[in-house]
């Protein structure tokens, strides 16, 4: 459902814009907070729910999480504001888990169940009966139907059927995982297992109840930028065209400027640097025998994927900084003081400014679905933004990372500039599943001397949790600004690169 405006993505918009209104102009914060649920339903007619009471409790838990709160626990009564003073602070991180499950929320799901449905027509040859190996298939009120307690899920009685009149259910959170940390608890609802969960946020953007969301830091950061001082935003290259198709990139930055950042600058930067980096390290180390491959490191989901399945692989995973530390660290040799924010489309990104070796350089993190809520809550309409000059921070090697495969085109540009005659063995995959299955094969020893460029999102970083636009929309807009870049190519030396 990425790019699609449905329920959800309104109701979790509504959430974001009341508390972006709150930490804007409120004097009676608690107050206004504990207020939200029933601004969403003021009367007691329910709209999306069975009763009023489940409406309201989803929506107290949905703003507890846009709060960057964890959700309360459901035996003891706790306000929707508890634990508000000490999230309120500047340094205030995501506390762990990152992605929840809000209980009230779900609608516990079947998950891998075979029914028949009404297009059955009791044909006579009755093939889902005959390949059926448990005789879990019988004739019942003049169509087929299956014995659940017999059924063992093989899925042969769905492919014999000639109508397609066997469905399979599956909880759609769980289809989306790729790392298969969705688990059921003792009524059937999903539940997360963080020891496996990469925080990809798939799940969420799945789930067609809601029930799946991430934590924010809107509130915090906007309480920064009313108290003053220098607060710098980085946005990431997937952020073209996401506000609207006359929202120019330099009217993007025009906005930004008008809610209060002092600079935006480009994480295409980070980009470029990362690109020069591993060209680099892909031909002095892959090519010249010292490694078997390399891993880039962009994708933080990719990167924890790898290193919590595949241990053995750790070495390979390049070291270099991901494109969002990449840039602040710029950023912050310029502006030591300043507080520096990420808005991507990521919510992996999220859990990757909690490490603490990445907390002095990453201060926030925004996805553009919460930016656009902001926006909204001050009145600012980025289309009619007046143009404060265009951003020329990056090249399009670097802006190209926001696609799918465009990591890895970006280095071997890079190693084809630096290194001519070098060639560079290509492979990517996008979507965990993808990538467990190539990380697999590079551990059977298939995928020596080759560059390896993972993706935890199907379709690249423009099909991020946070993002607000079709993938295919996002995507002829990544390549329009690439080709449309001044700089193809980021230079050789990396103190070259500079902030400008």
């Excluded at 003053?228 to 065209?241: R, S």
């Excluded at 996401?242 to 025009?254: C, E, H, L, R, S």
């Excluded at 309409?381 to 007046?386: F, G, L, N, Q, R």
Aim: charged share 25%; hydrophobic share 40%; net charge negative.
């Amino acid at each position: 459902m990425r790019g699609l405006r449905t329920q959800v993505s309104e109701l979790r918009k509504r959430v974001f814009v009341e508390i972006a209104k709150i930490a804007y102009e409120s004097e009676h914060v608690r107050d206004d907070i504990e207020a939200i649920p029933y601004q969403l339903s003021p009367t007691e007619e329910p709209k999306f729910r069975e009763s009023i009471y489940r409406e309201r409790a989803v929506s107290s838990e949905r703003v507890r999480l846009a709060m960057g709160l964890s959700l309360r626990p459901q035996n003891k009564p706790v306000h929707i504001t508890k634990g508000l003073a000490e999230s309120s602070i500047d340094e205030m991180y995501y506390e762990p888990p990152l992605m929840q499950v809000i209980p009230s929320a779900c609608n516990a799901c079947e998950d891998n169940v075979y029914e028949v449905s009404n297009l059955c027509r009791e044909c006579l040859a009755h093939p889902c009966m005959e390949v059926c190996p448990k005789d879990a298939i019988i004739h019942l009120d003049g169509q087929a139907y299956i014995q659940q307690d017999k059924c063992i899920k093989c899925g042969r009685c769905k492919a014999a059927c000639p109508f397609d009149a066997i469905g399979k259910k599956v909880r759609p959170c769980a289809s989306a995982c790729g790392v298969n940390a969705i688990e059921s608890d003792k009524y059937n609802r999903a539940v997360i297992d963080n020891g496996k969960c990469v925080s990809c946020g798939m799940c969420m953007v799945s789930c067609p109840f809601g029930a799946i969301a991430d934590k924010s830091q809107i509130f915090q950061l906007i309480r920064c930028m009313k108290n003053g001082g220098e607060v710098i935003a980085e946005i990431a290259p997937a952020y073209v065209g996401q506000f609207g198709p006359d929202v120019t990139p330099d009217k993007v930055k025009a906005a930004l400027m008008e809610l209060g950042f002092s600079q935006v600058y480009e994480v295409a930067l980070g980009a470029d640097i990362g690109a020069v980096t591993e060209a680099h390290q892909y031909v002095n180390h892959v090519v010249n025998g010292d490694l078997p491959f390399l891993l880039t490191s962009c994708c933080p989901s990719w990167a924890m994927l790898a290193k919590k399945q595949f241990p053995e692989m750790i070495e390979s995973v390049s070291t270099e900084l991901t494109p969002m530390v990449a840039t602040a660290r710029s950023i912050k040799k310029e502006h030591p003081n300043a507080k520096v924010v990420f808005i991507g489309p990521c919510a992996a990104k999220k859990l990757e400014a909690m490490r603490h070796t990445v907390r002095s350089d990453v201060d926030f993190v925004i996805t553009f679905e919460e930016l656009d809520a902001i926006f909204e809550a001050r009145g600012i309409d980025p289309a009619k933004a007046e143009s404060q000059g265009r951003l020329h921070d990056a090249t399009g090697a670097g802006r190209g990372y926001a696609v799918a495969g465009g990591v890895a085109q970006a280095i071997e540009k890079c190693v084809h500039e630096y290194y001519p005659g070098v060639d560079v063995k290509i492979e990517h995959a996008e979507g965990l599943d993808e990538c467990r299955k190539i990380l697999m094969l590079a551990k059977a020893g298939k995928k020596n001397g080759c560059l390896i460029e993972g993706m935890g999102c199907p379709g690249g970083c423009i099909a991020g949790a946070g993002t607000l636009l079709p993938l295919n929309t996002a995507k002829r807009e990544i390549a329009r600004i690439v080709q449309d870049s001044t700089r193809k190519v980021p230079p050789k030396e990396l103190e070259e690169i500079e902030l400008k």
